[in-house]
């Protein structure tokens, strides 16, 4: 045999071995919408924002009736699905622990788990899980990251960081950079730079959020919304499922639809009063513990593997999502790990018909809230201050406390609870927000 022929037989093998071991392992993409709402999209029973390519993802797999996050707001939510952890175990209670201490050290990630399994990883988008240099994303199982550490404007974006460039934190003073659109950018290039391995994608959107900013070519595609806050808010939104429409349609040009795990999930309830965001029948907003602060949307794509165009009527949790990609691509996780999300694999394929939750718990604050089966016993603020009963099976919007009528599932889902709570660390950074009421609230009586 010639040397050329040889080399040639030797680097062809190495490359379909490549090849074939990319394919033994399913990529993951993950889409992670913020402040986006109940009922805003399409597939959730949206009618005035067309978002044909989120509702793709829901046609060609399953839409979680009753999917939530472990946490009501930004940070905590984002800390929950990173780790597969109630985030209240390790003390990531509020927003302002990502401010002062950011991700616990000790917490294992998402991308840790599939780095150490050959993954390629990336996350393009909103961190929000601490700026300090030891917790940005590149220290916390990242191979790249581009985009913003916490909130931010859509033009000239804050705290940037792009670290193909450089660690350091900027303004971007682009006149023409908007968040949405440079991230899907990136994405599809990150996506083409790594198409011969096995990779994660996490791809957490500052839309919906707080300014609502949009180009005018999307504000233009809503001339009939007089209201300019639900105009802007039509138009984020609008842009981001195009972006997310960019991302689908790369992943099938590469040819990779079929091997690859997709979820579109919202971090929490819709802000409705500061954004408009729409929760449908769900009582509550963002940041409260009745069902519209963490019950979002929540949908799963994996071809071939999950069924399509169907729904999924149990409850499931953001921290179902680290288990169920571990096991997908045959990682051991072990038990010290103490795991609160689960493999939703053989629920979601019919092999096991139970419920994969029969209980969740919220704390946030002195809110808490605990569903066990389809009864949920909650304390909220917009409540009566005291434990209140509701059947989400016949009641989704808590319209009818039934404290009084059943005071015994009340002592029984209280205990549920007060077990949970007793396992939660203490937050490793007290709420600011409150923190600054009550100090307000001492300077007004120390006047008086």
């Known amino acids: ?18 090849s074939s071991q990319a394919a033994d392992k399913p990529n993951l993409l993950i889409l992670y919408a913020d402040d986006l709402g109940w009922g805003e999209t399409g597939c959730q029973g949206g009618k005035d924002i067309p978002t044909p390519h989120i509702d793709s993802i829901a046609k060609n797999g399953l839409r979680f009736t009753q999917g939530y996050v472990a946490a009501t707001y930004c940070s905590p939510s984002r800390a929950g699905l990173m780790t597969g952890r109630y985030p209240t175990r390790f003390g990531h209670e509020f927003n302002s622990v990502a401010n002062k201490v950011g991700l616990a050290a000790k917490e294992t990630t998402l991308a840790d788990r599939l780095r150490a399994q050959g ?8 961190w929000h899980l601490g700026n300090q240099p030891e917790n940005l994303p590149t220290k916390r199982g990242f191979d790249e990251y581009f985009g913003t550490l916490g909130n931010t404007p859509y033009f000239h974006p804050t705290n940037f960081v792009d670290t193909r460039v450089s660690n350091q934190a900027s303004t971007v003073q682009d006149e023409k950079f908007y968040t949405t659109e440079a991230y899907a950018e990136r994405a599809l290039d990150w996506l083409e730079k790594n198409k011969t391995k096995p990779w994660f994608l996490y791809l957490p959107f500052n839309a919906q959020h707080a300014p609502l900013q949009a180009p005018q070519k999307y504000l233009d595609r809503f001339p009939n919304i007089t209201d300019e806050k639900r105009k802007h808010f039509a138009a984020a939104m609008s842009a981001m499922d195009d972006a997310i429409g960019r991302v ?8 990779q639809e079929e091997n690859t795990m997709i979820y579109f999930i919202g971090d929490n309830g819709g802000p409705t009063q500061g954004t408009t965001s729409n929760n ?16 979002v949307p929540f949908i799963a794509q994996w071809k071939g593997k999950l069924p399509a165009g169907q729904t999924y009527d149990f409850p499931v949790l953001n921290l179902d999502v680290l288990p169920t990609a571990l096991a997908a691509c045959g990682a051991p996780v072990d038990s010290s790990a103490k795991l609160d999300g689960l493999n939703l694999m053989p629920y979601l394929t ?28 909650v304390v909220s603020k917009g409540g009566s201050g005291k434990p209140e009963l509701y ?3 016949a009641d989704i919007g808590e319209s009818k406390d039934l404290a009084k009528d059943q005071p015994e599932k009340v002592k029984e889902l209280q205990s549920l609870y007060d077990a949970w709570n007793k396992e939660q660390a203490e937050p490793s950074a007290p709420d600011a927000p409150a923190a600054k009421k009550q100090e307000n609230k001492k300077k007004k009586k120390n006047m008086n």
């Not at 018909?353 to 605990?370: I, M, S």
Request: charged share 25%; aromatic share 14%.
């Open 280 to 295: 449908g029948p769900l009582r509550g907003f963002k940041m409260t513990t009745f069902e519209g602060g963490p019950r």
């Open 1 to 18: 045999m010639r040397v050329g022929s040889f080399l040639f037989c030797l680097l062809f093998g190495v490359g379909l071995a490549i």
């Open 391 to 393: 059947n989400l099976a």
């Open 350 to 377: 019919g092999e096991n018909k139970a419920r994969p939750h029969e209980t969740l718990y919220w704390r946030f604050g002195e809110q808490w809230a605990v569903r066990h089966g389809d009864y949920k016993l």
């Open 248 to 255: 689908l349609e790369k992943v099938r040009e590469l040819k």
């Open 119 to 126: 993954y390629a990883t990336a996350i393009v988008g909103k």
